[in-house]
């Protein structure tokens, strides 16, 4: 629908300027009028301002002109209709804010890009806007579009195995991309797709079967999320050890909850702190957050690491602490 009534605007515009064009060159051409003369004399005829001739009419001047007011009326009547029905289908408003969706967008830089805004996508969307990051969603359903415009979420309405989708969302310049579709094919085809538009793009994936597991993580996903099966693991945990599961689940910023987990990374750090060791962070007596991780750049994990850990390139601290405590961290570091 959209594009016929493109089609018909443009059409409108089409016959407007040929009735202005036709007009000035019958005046030059068959009475002998300037261009200026001719200009003049199309345009109060066409917008039938009645204003006065530039001299008296011949017989050919008139029938000239009469033709052209007859045509001018059609193509203005044709114009008008196919505007009013461009405005009142919503289709120039709806141009208007993919222009400034796609202007925001294109500010962007590190930003996460989410494929789908089912259960799974819902969930990654609140969490990350709980963690204020700037977020993209891919979604070709145009209710749930609706929704995200309403809680003025940046999307893009498309199927998200398209090259020209993605880059409309901004895989270029993402940081991370997280694919949540049902279909493990598109899934799967989304991988392959961001992997190529952007290397350096870390790409994160659902999976609903044992079978594509390794597909995905083939085609380029750095990780694989089966849902159903963290579900069934995480039910079973709350029977074997209820305690710590709970106090694992409150260590997240969601919520109203009382303790927050933050990643670090060291590359991100003043530069003076770079191949220092946690004690010279100082962290706890700065901010009152405990480092409970390090992650090296070989990407080896050490849980509650030693003071005199050195803090090397491409390394990331975890650290631990209520949120007052965070908030504090994310301003000095």
Known sequence: MNIVLQSRLYKAIFFTALTLFIGIVGYELFFGYSFIDALYMTVITVTTV??????PFTVGEKIFTVGLIISSLFTFGYAVSSFSEYLISGTFFYQLKIKKVQKQIEQLNGHI???????????????????????????????????LDADKVLNIEGDATSDDVLLRAGIENAKY?????????????????????????????????????KKLKFAGADNVIMPDKLGGAHMASLVVTPDVIEFVDRL?????????????????????????????????RKTGCTVIGFKNSEQDYIINPEASTELTKDSNLIVLGRPEQINKLREIF
């Open 50 to 55: 009645g204003f006065g001739e530039l001299h």
């Open 252 to 284: 997240t910023i969601s919520g109203d909850t009382t303790t927050n987990l933050e990643e670090i990374a060291v590359n991100d750090l003043p530069k003076e702190y770079l191949n220092k060791t946690i004690l010279d962070l100082d962290l706890r």
């Open 177 to 213: 991309l997280i694919t949540a579709l049902a279909s493990d094919a598109d899934n799967l085809f989304v991988v392959l797709t961001a992997n190529q538009l952007n290397k350096n793009c870390k790409i994160i994936s659902r999976a609903s079967k044992e079978s594509s597991y």
């Open 113 to 147: 890009i989410v494929c789908g805004f089912g259960r799974n996508g819902k969930q990654a969307l609140t969490k990350l806007k709980s963690y204020k990051r700037d977020v993209v969603v891919v979604e070709k359903d145009k209710e749930l579009i609706k929704k």
